[in-house]
């Protein structure tokens, strides 16, 4: 036992799940009683099931699925509240999407210009690269294999955070190949706060967690090395959110209502439609996470899991190598997340076996 843990530690860091690592000793071969569940609603009983397996090794987890903006049901199995908060890791990628789209939405950004009017020290190919590369993540700049911007100081500013990424040499030509996990988030993020003149964080807290209630939502460097909150101006965009089951859920309500909440306009429902239009379609596809099944593809900060015959997405989600798996179905709008904090390919077939079960079942005005 004691060789497997540095195996699985270094799993968690391919994959993402850097702080994950901390946790590997706790829950390898560790007993539990059976896990207490509450249940709030008609949920199916092979959903309850799952989620059962996946506790009884250790890791509490809330399931929580909606329909235009009502609760259907709710599942928390093992210990765990509305109060917990975790690293949602690659479930980051929706939240930074849909704040950057805000610019776009404004004005103030374009999809499709080149980001050197924005960050002038993108020169040559690299000057080429669009904020739809970056988002799409086919910019070039590189995997998560490489954790460029997982191994950068938490307290530089984005903008110095861009400034090392583009005096990184190109991995591929802009445009041409789709790698997962690279550091283009960090660059767009970085277009956003010189062209608000904002810091991340408040302009995330201003557009997005305030008008949806989601108090409980931050952003994290990971690992931290030491940095509190508020002296992190460098934070993981691709993988550092920090949230609740209940906040994730108000954004994912935000999103299925094609960007209204609460009687407000967050995102147009055009930046809602480019986000879910597939973008990787006949690329070539670089470094992938582990356990993508085939046929997958990518949009703007999210996957796309099933494809229309006008290359919209009919199923959404970005799912987190810590574990957690927000998902929309636009066909039926039935939409939901799966929250907890283990390391995802560990618990993906019980995870995908509990949200087919959310999926097959109907909905209420069914």
């Known amino acids: 036992m004691k060789k497997l843990i540095p195996i699985l530690a270094a799993s968690f860091l391919l994959s993402g799940c850097v702080m994950a690592a901390r946790h590997a000793a706790h829950r390898i071969g560790t007993a539990v009683d059976p896990p207490a569940v509450h249940v709030s609603g008609p949920a199916p009983k092979a959903l309850v099931d799952k989620l059962n397996d996946i506790a009884r090794s250790g890791t509490p987890v809330t399931a929580i699925v909606m329909k235009d903006g009502k609760l259907l049901y709710r599942v928390d199995v093992g210990k765990i509240d509305a109060n917990t908060r975790y690293p949602v890791a690659s479930a980051s990628k929706w939240m930074t999407a849909a704040l950057v789209m805000t610019v776009v939405d404004e004005g103030k950004l374009n999809l499709d210009a080149p980001i050197s009017t924005v960050l002038p020290e993108f020169r040559g190919d690299a000057g080429r690269i669009t904020l739809r590369m970056l988002l799409a993540q086919t910019a070039g700049l590189g995997n998560l294999r490489a954790r460029v911007d997982v191994r950068q100081d938490p307290r530089i500013t984005l903008a110095q955070s861009a400034a090392d990424i583009a005096a990184r040499p190109l991995a591929n030509p802009p445009g041409e190949v789709f790698e997962y996990g690279g550091p283009q988030f960090q660059v767009?993020?970085?277009?956003?706060?010189?062209?608000?003149?904002?810091?991340?964080?408040?302009?995330?807290?201003?557009?997005?967690?305030?008008?949806?209630?989601?108090?409980?939502t931050g952003w994290e460097h990971l690992p931290a090395r030491g940095a509190t909150p508020a002296e992190t101006l460098n934070p993981l965009l691709q993988g550092g959110a920090v949230t609740t089951a209940d906040d994730y859920a108000k954004f994912l309500t935000m999103l299925a209502a094609n960007g209204r909440f609460d009687g407000r306009q967050i995102l147009s429902e055009r930046s809602l439609r480019e986000m879910e239009s597939v973008q990787t379609l006949g690329l070539k596809k670089g470094y992938l996470p582990p356990g993508v099944p085939s046929g997958?593809?990518?949009?703007?900060?999210?996957?796309?899991?099933?494809?229309?015959?006008?290359?919209?997405?009919?199923?959404?989600?970005?799912?987190?190598?810590?574990?957690?798996?927000?998902?929309?179905?636009?066909?039926?709008?039935?939409?939901?997340?799966?929250?907890?904090?283990?390391?995802?390919?560990?618990?993906?077939?019980?995870?995908?076996?509990?949200?087919?079960?959310?999926?097959?079942?109907?909905?209420?005005?069914?």
């Open 188 to 216: 767009a993020g970085a277009m956003v706060e010189k062209v608000t003149g904002r810091r991340w964080s408040d302009l995330f807290e201003e557009r997005i967690a305030r008008p949806l209630g989601m108090t409980a």
């Open 296 to 366: 997958w593809e990518y949009a703007l900060g999210n996957w796309c899991e099933q494809l229309a015959a006008d290359r919209s997405c009919t199923v959404v989600s970005s799912p987190g190598a810590f574990g957690t798996l927000p998902w929309i179905d636009r066909r039926t709008g039935v939409y939901g997340v799966f929250f907890l904090k283990d390391l995802l390919i560990r618990n993906s077939r019980d995870l995908r076996a509990a949200r087919a079960a959310a999926m097959a079942a109907p909905a209420p005005d069914d």
